[in-house]
């Protein structure tokens, strides 16, 4: 965090005033009853280097995708086109249900999964809140009827620039318009479905930020998230390997874009952006992936690691399984846990190998950990 003055201090409250409107817009997804829960549970976990309740089952359900975003890491994953079987979703369902989690469905682009809607149907059968992550593309009026006559809690689509940066972005001319006519579609017959754009900051659509507020307010949506540009510098990527490897004898790749560009600027025209929302004072809820004070954000958009004091607690919480069936830490080390076809998925999170991996973590964030929207 900051240091200390009184800017510090402002800055300081400011974002933990932003995590906590996260967590109340989000309250589908994270409830007072689970966040209670855990203020006695998790720090006997914690010491453990175990978990006796999942928050957050996060399933990469397909491989495929029909753009090729530039900023995107799951470019080697999509030439494998995967698709995760729907008796393995309900087994994973089944076996972390206990608990109440909420279920996240990404990609690749997950309507492009024949199942998404009886995945989304299951899921609900259970009592747990569903959240989908969309390029938007496909999200067409049809299966849009489909998923809100479901009870789908959250849908986001994700926004990469204007009508000019966007495609450029996504590596497909007509991606903006599909995503503008099916994101209309969908605000406009969400029913109890949350309605929420995604802002991925790129270095190529730094300069259209603001159109994500302006389609916001145009369609009276629920929310924008801006997330934070994602990458690593190539030294991290090596003290990556060998971290993994001291502890595991072999690595666990870091799954991330690699950038050595300059970005310089970056940061103060964020910080700048962020001052005229303030002033603007727009009715439309925003999040910012992660909550970040400006001298962080300086040291994000910097040559450096990001160094922080925060610690990572999602592999406490949450678990990420692809394509296969697999089992994950998190989205950005894919050290294998285990296979949901020759196991239970508790049994798997809380196996030899993942206690391992929390208490590497407990000791200090993997240099993969650096620019994490989780942090």
Known sequence: MTGPGRGGVVETLRVWANVFRRIYFFNKMYPLSAIAEDAV???????????TAVRNLTFAITDKCNLRCSMCYFHTELAQRRTLPLDLFQKAIDG????RPCVILSGGEPFLHPDLVAMVRYAKGKGLPVQIFTNGTLAGPDIADQLVACGLDYIDFTLLGDERSHPAVAGAPASYRMLLQNLEYFAGHRGGTKVVLNYTITPCSLDDIGHALQLAERFALDGVRFQHYNFLRPAEFQAQDRRMSALFGAAGPAVEIEDAADLGGVAERLISFMGTIRERGSQIPIQWAPTLTHDEIRNWYSADEFATCRKCLYPWRGILIDAAGKLYPCSKIHLELGDLR?????SLWNGDRMREFRWGLKRGLFPACSRCCKL
């Open 41 to 51: 549970l998790f720090p006997i976990d914690y010491i453990r280097n175990r978990s």
């Open 96 to 99: 972390a249900a206990k608990s």
């Open 342 to 346: 020759h196991g239970d998925i508790l």
